[in-house]
């Protein structure tokens, strides 16, 4: 940013500091001089010349500006009492000095101003009333530093450190750039250097990028037909899926300037720098157009302005800005808007609507082959051995977004570095998936021998549950290694081939069935419920409650829709569309099915009590068991039952 815009905004503020800060200094030095005079009575000079000529006047102090006159005391002081008298004798003070201070302290005090009076030191002596002057000792310079320098100092200390701690919390220019648009609320790229090879699947979301791309290479094959180009494009999805990332690709791929800026730096302490933050930002890439100006998590100011319990007018502001410049610019320059939300249910209408972020591009988590894709891009930054295997890997990722792909690697990386390693192995990419699904194993977290069984039959419960129900998916591994994400052991499932985007209604009860199975061998082995079922029940009661309202899976309600999911591309909480009788009802169907599904898993671990303590005890031994071996032990003991 040019100078000259910097030091506009700073003169204003310099103006109301410089008169604030002579007006208190000004103030202070009345108050000091009226507090040097006020002591005592005023008298007029003639009064002064009537008392002096009968003898009243003990004595004069004189200054520039005034007289200060003591009156003679004449009453008798003396101590009330005889010991307090004696006492001080006895402690070694001089009585008669007391008394005269006492004395002394006790006159009358009058003053009156100061006449160039030449026969006033005369008659003093005359009278014989004593007399004497302040010693001056302050000089004229280190006057002039207390009463001027020194207060302004002060005050030019309380006002940097204010605006320092202001400036702190509006994380910008402070009161000196308050509207004025600092240079890094954006940041400029002139050139991204990622293209879209750096994003690996979103085919579709490419595609409709490209045509941006095409338009800002190419404007003239557009406007020939007569073709407008849409202004901005929202990219919609959960985070971590790439939306950042795809928008920086369409930069770099057009070879355009790239603006980029965070939904949540519009919004500031002061109404009104939003909105001229927008303004600015769309005037500098007006300049530099073509180019694409980014808003990331738009969701921060395009919030909708109306059901809300307090109205925040800085944000809507900063949106009626936007939404003016959105339609102010001419988009036949090139200048391409993209923004990301992961909340577009969230957003204002009017951001929506025709001419302004008409198209959507939605950005979901990648299914198998996307992940596969994501992780062949990462790998690439880091140093592996000949054999490893990505399909497997994406196998075991189900549901992770690219950014968590890019972490697995990366961690992957981290864990060949702690071994001494100089290239990642496929072990170490396993282990990898593990750390981000489940959280860190921690060594140090020691179970008790009590515990340690608990839960290895625990974990080998729902092993057992999945493996002799039709509906679920084939145990990849099974371990009571304690992890830092908070579960004690964990059992891994993965899909023979990809995930498949319905379930049935078998598959579900199926799954919670795996689910209370945990707690079901509690029950069954040890006859005790522990706390290790927390999470396995939170799960199982969410399926079972989603089947009732929401998949239209119950007997009793049919297909009707009792609860819908807000915020689906975040955490998905569901809200109630129901009465309260019908919640009622639900909570009871809840539980009768979660009861069901308990007993059937009860039922199923009586049948392969063999297996259970079998395999539990080699997961006690050795603390993880794979998939492979889990199946071999567990067939081997349904033949040798059959055998029998
Ligand atoms: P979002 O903006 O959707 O929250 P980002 O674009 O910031 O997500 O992605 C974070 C990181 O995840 C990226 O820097 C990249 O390393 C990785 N990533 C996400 N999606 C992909 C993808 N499709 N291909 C390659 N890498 C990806
Ligand atoms: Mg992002
Ligand atoms: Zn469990």
Same mark, same amino acid.
């Given at each position: 940013?040019?100078?000259?815009?910097?030091?506009?905004?700073?003169?204003?503020? +310099?103006?109301? @500091?410089?008169?604030?800060?002579?007006?208190?200094?000004?103030?202070? *030095? =009345?108050?000091? &001089?009226?507090?040097?005079?006020?002591?005592?009575?005023?008298?007029?000079?003639?009064? @002064?010349?009537?008392?002096?000529?009968?003898?009243?006047?003990?004595?004069?102090?004189?200054?520039?500006?005034?007289?200060?006159?003591?009156?003679?005391?004449?009453?008798?002081?003396?101590?009330?009492?005889?010991?307090?008298?004696?006492?001080?004798?006895?402690?070694?003070?001089?009585?008669?000095?007391?008394?005269?201070?006492?004395?002394?302290?006790?006159?009358?005090?009058?003053?009156?101003?100061?006449?160039?009076?030449?026969?006033?030191?005369?008659?003093?002596?005359?009278?014989? =009333?004593?007399?004497?002057?302040?010693?001056?000792?302050?000089?004229?310079?280190?006057?002039?530093?207390?009463?001027?320098?020194?207060?302004?100092?002060?005050?030019?200390?309380?006002?940097?450190? +204010?605006?320092?701690?202001?400036?702190?919390?509006?994380?910008?220019?402070?009161?000196?750039?308050?509207?004025?648009?600092?240079?890094?609320?954006?940041?400029?790229?002139?050139?991204?250097?990622?293209?879209?090879?750096?994003?690996?699947?979103?085919?579709? !979301?490419?595609?409709?990028?490209?045509?941006?791309?095409?338009?800002?290479?190419?404007?003239?094959?557009?406007?020939?037909?007569?073709?407008?180009?849409?202004?901005?494009?929202? &990219?919609?999805?959960?985070?971590?899926?790439?939306?950042?990332?795809?928008?920086?690709?369409?930069?770099?791929?057009?070879? =355009?300037?790239?603006?980029?800026?965070?939904?949540?730096?519009?919004?500031?302490?002061?109404?009104?720098?939003? !909105?001229?933050?927008?303004?600015?930002?769309?005037?500098?890439?007006?300049?530099?157009?073509?180019?694409?100006?980014?808003?990331?998590?738009?969701?921060?100011?395009?919030?909708?302005?109306?059901?809300?319990?307090?109205? *925040?007018?800085?944000?809507?502001?900063?949106?009626?800005?936007?939404?003016?410049?959105?339609?102010?610019?001419?988009?036949?320059?090139?200048?391409?808007?993209?923004?990301?939300?992961?909340?577009?249910?969230?957003?204002?209408?009017?951001?929506?609507?025709?001419?302004?972020?008409?198209?959507?591009?939605?950005?979901?988590?990648?299914?198998?082959?996307?992940?596969?894709?994501?992780?062949?891009?990462?790998?690439?930054?880091?140093?592996?051995?000949?054999?490893?295997?990505?399909?497997?890997? !994406?196998?075991?990722?189900?549901?992770?977004?690219?950014?968590?792909?890019?972490?697995?690697?990366?961690?992957?990386?981290?864990?060949?570095?702690?071994?001494?390693?100089?290239?990642?192995?496929?072990?170490?990419?396993?282990?990898?998936?593990?750390?981000?699904?489940?959280?860190?194993?921690?060594?140090?977290?020691?179970?008790?021998?009590?515990?340690?069984?608990?839960?290895?039959?625990?974990?080998?419960?729902?092993?057992?549950?999945?493996?002799?129900?039709?509906?679920?998916?084939?145990?990849?591994?099974?371990?009571?290694?304690?992890?830092?994400?908070?579960?004690?052991?964990?059992?891994?499932?993965?899909?023979?081939?990809?995930?498949?985007? &319905?379930?049935?209604?078998?598959?579900?009860?199926?799954?919670?069935?795996? @689910? &209370?199975?945990?707690? !079901?061998?509690?029950?069954?082995?040890?006859?005790?419920?522990?706390?290790?079922?927390?999470?396995?029940?939170?799960?199982?009661?969410?399926?079972?409650?989603?089947?009732?309202?929401?998949?239209?899976?119950?007997?009793?309600?049919?297909?009707?829709?009792?609860?819908?999911?807000?915020?689906?591309?975040?955490?998905?909480?569901?809200?109630?569309?129901?009465?309260?009788?019908?919640?009622?009802?639900?909570?009871?169907?809840?539980?009768?099915?979660?009861?069901?599904?308990?007993?059937?898993?009860?039922?199923?671990?009586?049948? *392969?009590?063999?297996?259970?303590?079998?395999?539990?005890?080699?997961?006690?031994?050795?603390?993880?068991?794979?998939?492979?071996?889990?199946?071999?032990?567990?067939?081997?003991?349904?033949?040798?039952?059959?055998?029998?």
């Amino acid at each position: 940013m040019d100078n000259k815009k910097k030091r506009s905004p700073l003169k204003s503020p +310099l103006l109301i @500091f410089l008169v604030i800060s002579v007006a208190a200094t000004v103030l202070l *030095n =009345v108050i000091m &001089l009226s507090m040097q005079t006020s002591r005592g009575q005023e008298i007029s000079y003639s009064n @002064f010349l009537k008392m002096l000529n009968e003898e009243k006047i003990d004595e004069v102090i004189l200054s520039r500006e005034q007289l200060t006159i003591y009156e003679k005391f004449d009453g008798e002081i003396e101590f009330k009492s005889n010991d307090a008298a004696a006492l001080m004798s006895i402690l070694g003070i001089d009585t008669d000095s007391v008394l005269e201070n006492a004395r002394k302290s006790s006159r009358n005090v009058y003053y009156t101003g100061y006449i160039a009076d030449s026969r006033l030191l005369e008659m003093l002596d005359e009278k014989g =009333v004593q007399y004497s002057t302040p010693i001056q000792r302050n000089n004229p310079i280190l006057d002039f530093f207390l009463t001027w320098i020194l207060p302004l100092g002060i005050i030019y200390l309380l006002f940097f450190l +204010l605006t320092r701690s202001m400036s702190k919390k509006m994380g910008g220019g402070g009161i000196m750039g308050i509207g004025q648009s600092s240079a890094k609320m954006y940041n400029v790229e002139n050139a991204t250097g990622i293209t879209f090879a750096d994003v690996a699947g979103q085919e579709e !979301a490419k595609e409709s990028l490209r045509e941006i791309v095409d338009y800002l290479h190419n404007p003239s094959k557009y406007q020939a037909i007569g073709a407008k180009q849409p202004k901005g494009a929202l &990219l919609v999805g959960p985070p971590g899926t790439g939306k950042t990332l795809l928008a920086k690709a369409v930069a770099g791929e057009a070879k =355009v300037p790239f603006f980029s800026l965070s939904g949540s730096e519009f919004v500031e302490m002061f109404v009104g720098v939003g !909105a001229s933050r927008v303004r600015d930002l769309f005037k500098q890439a007006n300049a530099k157009a073509p180019c694409i100006i980014f808003i990331d998590e738009i969701d921060a100011i395009g919030k909708s302005r109306d059901n809300q319990i307090s109205s *925040n007018d800085e944000r809507e502001q900063t949106l009626n800005q936007l939404l003016s410049e959105m339609d102010g610019f001419d988009s036949s320059k090139g200048l391409v808007i993209l923004a990301a939300t992961n909340r577009p249910e969230v957003l204002d209408k009017a951001l929506l609507r025709p001419g302004r972020f008409d198209r959507r591009i939605i950005v979901e988590k990648p299914d198998l082959k996307g992940r596969e894709d994501i992780l062949k891009v990462h790998i690439k930054n880091v140093k592996t051995d000949t054999d490893i295997n990505l399909h497997e890997m !994406a196998l075991a990722t189900s549901g992770a977004a690219g950014a968590d792909l890019a972490n697995m690697v990366n961690e992957a990386a981290l864990r060949a570095v702690r071994c001494n390693r100089k290239t990642v192995t496929q072990e170490d990419l396993m282990e990898a998936v593990e750390i981000i699904i489940a959280g860190k194993e921690k060594k140090d977290r020691i179970l008790s021998e009590k515990e340690k069984r608990i839960v290895a039959f625990h974990e080998v419960g729902h092993a057992i549950a999945t493996a002799v129900q039709k509906h679920t998916q084939p145990v990849h591994k099974i371990t009571i290694v304690p992890r830092t994400m908070g579960s004690l052991g964990y059992t891994m499932q993965v899909p023979e081939e990809e995930e498949h985007y &319905l379930m049935t209604k078998d598959e579900i009860v199926d799954q919670i069935t795996v @689910f &209370l199975a945990g707690r !079901a061998t509690e029950e069954l082995v040890f006859n005790v419920k522990t706390t290790g079922a927390a999470n396995d029940i939170e799960h199982a009661t969410e399926l079972a409650r989603s089947m009732i309202t929401q998949y239209g899976m119950s007997d009793k309600f049919g297909m009707a829709g009792l609860e819908s999911i807000q915020n689906k591309y975040l955490d998905g909480r569901s809200v109630s569309n129901c009465s309260e009788e019908t919640k009622t009802d639900i909570d009871k169907e809840i539980v009768g099915l979660l009861k069901n599904c308990y007993e059937k898993a009860t039922d199923i671990l009586k049948k *392969n009590r063999g297996a259970l303590d079998e395999i539990s005890e080699f997961l006690i031994n050795k603390e993880t068991i794979t998939g492979d071996q889990f199946m071999e032990i567990f067939s081997r003991v349904k033949e040798e039952k059959n055998d029998d």
